[in-house]
């Protein structure tokens, strides 16, 4: 998608601090962390929230979440840690390609 900033990170057209990539997603340091870890996990399809996904993107996702629980140790999050997707503007969603927050650590601003 023109315009999108995380396309443009996908494409290697922003510059990103890069933890992992693969066919599906990536993952790099959010650029404003809100927690001691705080990891964006991208997927390379663009779609800007779970209502827009296609059954491909549904399968992918899952596949996401899965690779990202067998990486624990290489993300540093063998104590625990959260995922959030903000949908939409009332969730505080400012960037609208579809995102996981990968949160771990002390100093979260927010809690549910
Ligand atoms: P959200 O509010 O869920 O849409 O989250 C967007 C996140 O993207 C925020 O936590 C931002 O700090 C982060 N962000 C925005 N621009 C960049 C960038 N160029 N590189 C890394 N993270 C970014
Ligand atoms: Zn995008």
């Known amino acids: 998608m023109e315009n999108c900033i995380f396309c443009k990170i996908i494409k290697g057209e922003i510059p990103s601090k890069?933890?992992?990539e693969d066919?599906?997603?990536i993952i790099f340091h959010d650029i404003n962390p809100i927690s001691k870890i705080h990891y964006?996990?991208?997927p390379k399809t663009h779609y800007a929230t779970l209502g827009e996904m296609?059954?491909?993107?549904e399968k992918n996702l899952g596949?996401?979440?899965a690779k990202i629980s067998s990486m624990q140790k290489e993300l540093?999050?063998?104590n625990g840690y959260r995922l959030v997707i903000n949908q939409g503007?009332?969730?505080g969603q400012t960037i609208f390609h579809l995102h996981i927050h990968i949160l771990a650590g002390q100093e979260m601003e927010f809690c549910v």
Not at 54 to 57: I, K, V
Request: charged share 30%; proline share 0%; aromatic share 14%.
């Open 18 to 20: 890069k933890i992992y």
């Open 40 to 42: 964006l996990a991208v």
């Open 89 to 91: 503007n009332d969730a």
């Open 23 to 25: 066919n599906l997603f």
């Open 63 to 65: 596949k996401i979440f």
């Open 76 to 78: 540093k999050l063998e």
């Open 54 to 57: 296609t059954t491909e993107d």
